[in-house]
T-cell receptor, first 116, second 115 residues
Framework: AQSVAQPEDQVNVAEGNPLTVKCTYS??????LFWYVQYPNRGLQFLLK??????LVKGSYGFEAEFNKSQTSFHLKKPSALVSDSALYFC??????????????FGGGTRLMVKP | EAGVAQSPRYKIIEKRQSVAFWCNPI?????LYWYQQILGQGPKLLIQ????????DSQLPKDRFSAERLKGVDSTLKIQPAKLEDSAVYLC?????????????FGPGTRLTVT
């Protein structure tokens, strides 16, 4: 079975400072990893994904994530946080070796609070 | 490009009543998903369609939940009868296809309150 852990319920950071939102995963095959963001009363928006290739993946709104196979992690990062980045962030994983479907398993979410 | 459409946005019903949600995916997307998101948790997949066929419904409570995608485009999710624990946001998503690294695009969701 595949699973995702987001160990922090909330991350607080000052505007202009770098931010990191942590994610670790467990799959039996090759991991396909995704980050989504959710603003209040809205659906999830895709930020970025890792399928294969470079371990550092760049996505929307200046976000990036680093895939670390040995640590089974896929932490989300941004060099300089904005107040408008405040939202709920979800990490998700799919077992890339399972071609029977496209089931994504989501973590519990991390609330990012960026203070001016 | 229009996004995933869902209706209604909000619904309040009493327990034991029935309710239905509608979803229209992004044009050309073959795969459609229904998720349940309970407050404070991540979305949980209920059912996945590839065109008009079911790919995965292993987490759908089939005694009370049903879903269909008859013409391979829009879909409805029904709950009958509803329980208090069904209070959640129901998210619909679509992707170009099943498999690979296709990202999913989500609609705004339907917030269901069961009283």
């Amino acid at each position: 079975a595949q699973s995702v852990a987001q160990p922090e319920d909330q991350v607080n950071v000052a505007e202009g400072n770098p931010l990191t939102v942590k994610c670790t995963y467990s799959v039996s095959g090759n991991p396909y990893l995704f980050w989504y963001v959710q603003y209040p009363n809205r659906g999830l928006q895709f930020l970025l994904k890792y399928i294969t290739g470079d371990n550092l993946v760049k996505g929307s709104y200046g976000f990036e994530a680093e895939f670390n196979k040995s640590q089974t992690s896929f932490h989300l990062k941004k060099p300089s946080a904005l107040v408008s980045d405040s939202a709920l962030y979800f990490c998700a994983v799919r077992d890339g070796s399972n071609n029977a479907g496209n089931m994504l398993t989501f973590g519990g979410g991390t609330r990012l609070m960026v203070k001016p | 490009e229009a996004g995933v459409a869902q209706s209604p946005r909000y619904k309040i019903i009493e327990k034991r009543q029935s309710v239905a949600f509608w979803c229209n995916p992004i044009s050309g997307h073959a795969t459609l998903y229904w998720y349940q998101q309970i407050l404070g948790q991540g979305p949980k997949l209920l059912i996945q369609f590839q065109n008009n066929g079911v790919v995965d419904d292993s987490q759908l409570p089939k005694d009370r939940f049903s879903a269909e995608r008859l013409k391979g485009v829009d879909s409805t999710l029904k709950i009958q009868p509803a329980k208090l624990e069904d209070s959640a946001v129901y998210l619909c998503a679509s992707s170009l296809a099943t498999g690979g690294g296709y990202e999913q695009y989500f609609g705004p969701g339907t917030r269901l309150t069961v009283t």
